[in-house]
């Protein structure tokens, strides 16, 4: 398969999800600002699932750019990676409606890192298969994303607060470029 036919098809998934999490934002329920400021935690978490997405559709791109071929593990963990991601409007929905319940955070959170996973099993997995000049390696920011991620599933019913912020710092991070390298760490 042409490595272009599965990147257009993931731009268009994540675009789907994107429009997804834009059409469940609410406006208002009145025309003041005490109104607008009942949202915050909604649109709060509709930011960091927005620069996560965004984070991960760059990152999708650079992985792909030195990929010499697809195969069927590399499209099936790519669906994998996709079904992850596609599940991230309803996190935020219902993180955005109960932003200190410990269930709706661990499953957010918990989704962050099953699509990190995929996402470096898939970057894993073209390395191997289609670049045999390199070696697959974990970068510190993917370490500390897979770490944070992990954690915040777990522990950010205790202080959902401090486990939104850590989040926001690590993804933050991702937005800065790294070092120039021939294969772009991943997210």
């Given at each position: 398969m042409e490595?272009?036919?599965?990147?257009?098809?993931?731009?268009?998934?994540?675009?789907?999800?994107i429009t997804i999490m834009v059409l469940?934002?609410?406006q208002p329920v009145g025309d003041r600002w005490s109104d607008f400021q009942v949202l915050g935690p909604t649109l709060l978490t509709?930011?960091?699932?927005f620069v996560f997405?965004?984070?991960?559709?760059?990152?999708?791109?650079?992985i792909f750019h030195d990929a010499q071929q697809v195969n069927v593990k590399i499209l099936w963990c790519n669906i994998?990676?996709?079904?992850?991601?596609?599940?991230?409007?309803f996190a935020t929905a219902w993180v955005g409606t109960y932003p200190r319940s410990w269930i709706p955070l661990s499953i957010y959170f918990g989704d962050m890192a099953l699509a990190s996973i995929t996402f470096h099993l898939m970057y894993y997995l073209i390395i191997k298969d289609s670049c045999s000049d390199r070696k697959f390696r974990l970068g510190l920011r993917s370490i500390v994303s897979l770490i944070t991620?992990?954690?915040a599933a777990?522990?950010?019913g205790f202080c959902p607060v401090a486990a939104f912020i850590i989040v926001a710092a690590v993804s933050l991070w991702?937005?800065?470029?790294?070092?120039?390298r021939s294969m772009p760490e991943n997210a």
């Open positions: 490595k272009n036919r599965l990147e257009a098809f993931s731009d268009g998934v994540l675009a789907i999800i469940e934002l609410k509709y930011l960091l699932s997405i965004a984070i991960y559709w760059v990152n999708h791109h650079q994998a990676w996709m079904f992850t991601m596609s599940f991230i409007p991620y992990t954690a777990a522990l950010g991702w937005v800065v470029p790294g070092k120039k």
